[in-house]
Structures are given as C-alpha cells and as structure tokens.
C-alpha cells in the first residue's frame, strides 16, 4: 500500500482533547463527550471528523505504550468564531503528509506497523514533529472491517 503524498494547507479545528496512553486508551470516552454534541458547532467547513494525535517531540524516539500524547476529537471550521462552551481550537499547520487510505476496522492496528516499520523505513522520508490524524469521513464505521478513512502522517525528507 503505497500513500500520497500531500501539502496539507493550514486548517482550523473545533473539538476536545484528552491525555492519554496507547495502554490507557480513552479514545471511546472522549469521543462519546464529543460527538453528541458536534452539532453545537456551526460553521464546519466539511461533515468529516477529525481524530488526531499530537504527540511530544520525543514519542517515536523512546517510545513506551505508556507514553502519554494529546487525543483530539474535531471537526474542521470555517473560523474560530462561537467555539461552544466546553470545546477548544486548535490550529493545524500546513506541512507534507504521507496519506494512506485505510479499509478495515479502527481496532486493527497492523496498518500503524506497515507504516512504521515498512513504508517508512524504505521512503525517502522520516516522521516530522507535528500532528498525526485520521479522516472520518462518510464511509468510516468504527470497529466495522468494511469501514474507510484516511490516516495523515507527517512527514518530511530525509
């Protein structure tokens, strides 16, 4: 499987985010807060979500599935005007990203280990320090092997 490659333009999100650890997941907590409530947000640019990671500068370098990383729910906006009470911004700098697009189920993590421990090592690429995210779009179902998104790794040349 082999991505695009693509400039991201910046983009502003509305959403919440939470602490965490790939062993204290808490992805369904956060995302049960959120997504109730994604219609108090009125000026979304698309209908997709957004699920993204933003993780400290030394992450991939010691990495420890006790780690902890920010979990972001969001939805992209139009401006960050009337951001609902409860919710934050985040703006998500332009940058090149690795696009994979994914089909299969949200709980099978052997695409992460393709990416990290296959296409990248024999890319002309590394991880770059910024957010990684993951496209919920129309045909995304969480946990369904039929489901499809888009996983967004920053990248930049060796």
């Known amino acids: ?16 985010n939470i ?13 049960g807060q959120f997504a109730p409530r994604i219609r108090e947000i009125q000026n979304r640019k698309t209908e997709d979500k957004l699920s993204m990671q933003v993780y400290p500068p030394t992450y991939f370098k010691q990495f420890n ?3 902890e990383f920010e979990k972001w729910a969001a939805v992209e906006v139009e401006n960050l005007n009337g951001i609902p ?7 998500l700098q ?3 990203y690795a696009v994979f ?44 092997p ?8 920053p990248i930049r040349e060796r």
């Open 65 to 67: 599935p006790n780690n």
């Open 85 to 91: 009470e409860g919710m934050q911004s985040f703006i």
């Open 19 to 31: 602490k965490m650890s790939l062993s204290d997941n808490k992805t369904g907590q956060l995302w």
């Open 101 to 144: 697009d994914y089909k299969g189920s949200s709980a099978d993590s052997s695409i992460f280990q393709y990416i990290f421990s296959e296409w990248l090592p024999t890319s002309n690429f590394v991880v770059d320090d910024r957010p990684h995210f993951e496209v919920l779009g129309s045909k995304y179902r969480n946990n369904d």
């Open 1 to 16: 499987m082999n991505p695009r490659i693509e400039k991201l333009e910046e983009k502003r999100l509305i959403g919440c």
């Open 146 to 153: 039929n489901s499809e998104e888009e996983i967004w790794i």
């Open 94 to 96: 332009e940058g090149l």
